[in-house]
């Protein structure tokens, strides 16, 4: 989340139009890794609750709050904060092949990246609750349906489809920023108080004896398994 950050950084003052968000291989993003969640929680729960917040709160709040468009190309799985930072972008094309979760309460975790609000805002209510409480496996169809994601094209073409629709980079930066500003103006005051709500309620999860005992319980259940 640092180095992202970091890169949105440079991105943000260079002569840049847009950032393109994408992956080398064919994985998007797992989300959080929590083995390593569980070994900073593990010597001082307290204090790494605190700087684990800090961090994701820092790093979502970079998406809320940055001028440039940001575009996302998804291929494979996008679970967690891979899939919940999605509607904070301002493109997001996906392959057939790729795939949203955010199976939040089976890892023993609470809603993140202003999903909270994005989701019920684009899928209805209903299907955010699938989503963030039941962790339904969205596939890239049914992303699109909802709303989650803007196109789906094949898998064999997909670099390219990106490529050829990519249309901002002719257009004048100090326009793309204000239309941006425009589109985001009556959200980014609800987004960051949402953030600070979600993060809120996973420092005390991470703080607690429960919230512990269950990630223990869930990264130990992936060690039998592989």
């Known amino acids: ?29 797992c989300g959080l890794d929590f083995d390593i969640i569980v070994k900073h929680l593990k010597y001082n729960r307290k204090r790494a609750s605190v700087k684990l917040e800090d961090t994701i709160k820092n790093f979502v709040n970079f998406f809320i709050v940055f001028m440039k468009p940001v575009i996302v190309s998804v291929k494979g799985p ?16 996906a392959n057939e092949k790729a795939w949203f979760q955010t199976p939040y ?9 202003c999903s909270t609000i994005t989701f019920p805002k684009i899928m209805g209510r209903a299907a955010a609750n699938e989503m963030l409480i039941n962790g339904w496996k969205m596939n890239a169809q049914e992303a699109c349906d909802k709303g989650l994601v803007s196109q789906v094209f094949w898998s064999e073409t997909f670099t390219q489809e990106v490529m050829v629709r990519i249309q901002i980079t002719s257009c004048n930066s100090f326009v793309l920023e204000n239309s941006k500003a425009l589109l985001c103006y009556n959200m980014n005051v609800e987004l960051k108080q949402a953030n600070e709500r979600e993060c809120e309620v996973l420092k005390k999860i991470w703080a607690s004896a429960q919230g512990m005992e269950y990630m223990l319980k869930y990264v130990q259940n992936k060690i039998d398994a592989f």
């Open 1 to 29: 989340m640092n180095e992202v950050k970091s890169a949105l950084e440079i991105a943000a003052v260079d002569d840049s139009k847009f950032v393109l968000l994408s992956v080398v291989g064919s994985v998007f993003c």
């Open 78 to 93: 996008a679970i967690g904060l891979g899939a919940s930072i999605l509607p904070l972008c301002d493109v997001v094309w």
């Open 105 to 113: 309460t089976r890892f023993g975790q609470s809603p993140e990246g």
